[in-house]
């Protein structure tokens, strides 16, 4: 069960390919009915793909902290873009949990995202604020 | 990219054209596909209303990427737009439309900041402390 002695552990996802087609489903997705709308480049919000989500899947599957995807309320959401990201790039997704909090029956639980491309750099760094209903299973 | 946009003389005060997009459980579903998250909170009635939720809802980052489709669009290039950030006050559901609107808040020498916000035509805040950074040079 989460709690606070978990800050600080690190979770890594190495090797997310930045895929145009999955880019352009994503755009289609996003879009809906009112036909794709591109800037001719990745979305920024395309991090929840190939940051975001493999990042917090480690969390996830971390056998310690025994949380379920399911129910998760995702409460808050923040991105930096130091650098571009394009197609084609390979990263390196990773996440640290940053905070643990309980209230009234409820956890909250903080992670620092980031992603660093082939060429070392960081193209994106981001922090969720996630409501684990019940602290865990 | 070359685009000429964010136009040379942003000023606070400028708005964002307010972008309006109905969010059917057909796009949910085709969202959850495209980024890999298929908690059933997004799926499934049954599960949503059993953790207390009124029925499925839509993913916040769904709704965050219509958010940051508003200002790309102002902006002229996704690349120009290097931070962005929101709350996922209330649910967005399905069927209903969400409507993102933003304003400049403050202009440094490259970057004009945005407060942004996103509600829904049940009259909710689905997205609020919305902040956004966009570099206005080169």
């Known amino acids: 069960m989460l709690d606070p002695s978990h800050v600080g552990r690190h979770y890594v996802a190495p090797g997310q390919v930045i895929d145009a087609e999955r880019v352009a489903a994503y755009v289609a997705a996003v879009s809906g009915d009112d036909g794709a709308f591109s800037l001719g480049s990745v979305p920024p919000t395309f991090a929840a793909v190939y940051c975001m989500m493999p990042a917090l899947a480690q969390v996830f599957a971390d056998p310690e902290l025994g949380l379920d995807l399911a129910g998760l309320i995702h409460v808050e959401q923040s991105f930096e873009w130091p650098a571009p990201v394009l197609p084609e790039d390979v990263v390196d ?10 209230k009234r029956g409820l956890t909250f639980l903080t992670v620092d995202l980031a992603a660093v491309n082939q060429a070392g750099e960081t ?11 019940g602290g865990g299973r | 990219m070359s685009d000429p ?15 309006s997009r109905t969010v059917t459980q057909e796009q949910i579903n085709a969202y959850a596909e495209a980024s890999g998250d298929h908690n059933p909170i997004h799926l499934d009635p049954e599960f949503a209303r059993g953790v207390g939720l009124p029925g499925t809802i839509a993913h916040g980052m769904l709704d965050m990427a219509i958010l940051v489709e508003a200002v790309g669009r102002w902006a002229g290039a996704y690349e120009r737009v290097v931070e962005l950030g929101c709350r996922f006050s209330k649910p967005l559901l399905p069927g209903e439309t969400i409507t993102c609107s933003g304003r400049v808040v403050a202009v440094d020498p490259g970057t004009a900041t945005l407060q942004l916000e ?8 689905v997205l609020t402390n919305g902040r956004a950074v966009v570099r206005t040079g080169d």
Do not use: F, K, N, Q
Not at chain 1, 124 to 133: F, M, Q, T, V
Not at chain 2, 118 to 125: D, F, K, L, N, P
């Open chain 1, 93 to 102: 997704a990773s996440a640290e949990l940053a905070a643990v909090e309980s």
């Open chain 2, 118 to 125: 996103a509600t829904s035509s049940r009259g909710e805040r």
């Open chain 1, 123 to 133: 193209v994106c760094r981001g922090r969720s604020l996630l409501l684990i209903r």
């Open chain 2, 5 to 19: 946009r964010p136009p040379g003389e942003v000023r606070i005060g400028d708005e964002l054209t307010p972008l």
